[in-house]
């Protein structure tokens, strides 16, 4: 099993790749709507457009959503990737971790916390063996 420095450098590179080489992606689409498609060339472009305005709205929230980098417990990140891939699993929809999944977890764990008392709270952090 990876540790959690090794995840995070692939997912730096991963997002390198992905972000780093936009203009070679934009030549790579031009390259392809040149070549004759087999008759189905409007099918391919309104899947191409459908794609483009879903890709820009997933890229939008990150320009307009808040930032924090968060650090957990290695106990806390299992059942959090556990939940997520049940949670994908169960929806008949592409559910994101960062745009779906991780705002229901923060905002309903925030529902809770608001709910304890100071020490219910300590009681809590003290039982994850974080004091």
Request: hydrophobic share 25%; aromatic share 6%.
């Amino acid at each position: 099993m990876k540790d959690r420095d090794q995840a995070k450098d692939e997912m730096s590179e991963r997002l390198g790749q992905r972000f780093g080489d936009e203009e070679a992606d934009k030549s790579d689409e031009s390259d392809k709507s040149d070549k004759p498609d087999n008759g189905d060339k409007n099918v391919k472009q309104d899947k191409q457009t459908m794609k483009a305005k879903s890709d820009k709205s997933a890229k939008d929230y990150k320009d307009v959503w808040g930032s924090k980098l968060i650090h957990l417990p290695d106990g806390l990140m299992e059942p959090v990737d556990n939940e997520f891939d049940r949670m994908k699993y169960e929806c008949d929809w592409d559910v994101k971790k960062e745009r779906h999944y991780y705002p229901v977890v923060v905002a309903r764990g925030v529902e809770a916390v608001q709910e304890m008392s100071g020490s219910e709270f300590t009681d809590a952090v003290e039982s994850l063996g974080l004091r």
